[in-house]
Antibody, heavy 120, light 107 residues
Framework: QITLKESGPTLVKPTQTLTLTCIFS??????????VGWIRQSPGKALEWLAL???????RYSPSLMSRLTITRDASKNQVVLTMTNMDPVDTATYYC????????????WGQGTLVTVSS | AVRMTQSPSSLSASTGDRVTVTCRAS??????LAWYQQKPGEAPKLLIS???TLQSGVPSKFSGSGSGTDFTLTISSLQSEDFATYYC?????????FGQGTKVEIK
């Protein structure tokens, strides 16, 4: 069973940089076509896709947040890291790490999510 | 970006009811559509991909249909565990985008 788990700070101040780590198991990010990404959900709101990194290091970002996001991977450690700069209270959300299979950009496995609050 | 619009935003239904949720894409997305179920405090769960393919372990009371711009999710006989929020998502083109959700509540 594929599992993903997010970790990172629960509280960040405005203008700070957020760093979230996703540790995953039971699959390899070296498998052709596989990707790991991030999706967030503001309280009571809909889902918003943020970024994705593929097995071959191709990266994709949300156009509206591209300037603030960086996604990297350490395949040997089964980790994917997302950084988001210049955090704002509107970035308060639950951040999910997700797995995407080789045959389509849908999200078949999700981490439990981590709530990040942006407040001074 | 492809805009996904779900209707209704919420609905009230009784156990045993047949429920239909609609999702419309702002442009044609072929059958590159997924449906998710999210219960309070939980991560979303993938129910259906490619508009109509049920994921392993998902009960057959769930079904999906449509192609192009118009899609539906149907729950044939609503049970207590089905009260949740449902989201559609297109993966035809980047960025992948979600509908705003449909909350299915108990009448």
């Amino acid at each position: 069973q594929i599992t993903l788990k997010e970790s990172g700070p629960t509280l960040v101040k405005p203008t700070q940089t957020l760093t979230l780590t996703c540790i995953f198991s039971t699959f390899s990010l070296n498998t052709r076509g596989v990707g790991v990404g991030w999706i967030r959900q503001s309280p009571g709101k809909a889902l918003e896709w943020l970024a994705l990194i593929y097995w071959d290091d191709e990266v994709r970002y949300s156009p509206s947040l591209m300037s603030r996001l960086t996604i990297t991977r350490d395949a040997s450690k089964n980790q994917v890291v997302l950084t988001m700069t210049n955090m704002d209270p509107v970035d308060t959300a639950t951040y999910y790490c997700v797995h995407t299979p080789p045959d389509g950009l849908r999200f078949d496995y999700w981490g439990q999510g981590t709530l990040v609050t942006v407040s001074s | 970006a492809v805009r996904m619009t779900q209707s209704p935003s919420s609905l009230s239904a009784s156990t045993g009811d047949r429920v239909t949720v609609t999702c419309r894409a702002s442009q044609g997305i072929s059958r590159s559509l997924a449906w998710y179920q999210q219960k309070p405090g939980e991560a979303p769960k993938l129910l259906i991909s490619d508009a109509a393919t049920l994921q392993s372990g998902v009960p057959s009371k769930f079904s999906g249909s449509g192609s192009g711009t118009d899609f539906t999710l149907t729950i044939s006989s609503l049970q207590s565990e089905d009260f949740a929020t449902y989201y559609c998502q297109q993966y035809y083109s980047y960025p992948p985008t979600f509908g705003q959700g449909t909350k299915v509540e108990i009448k």
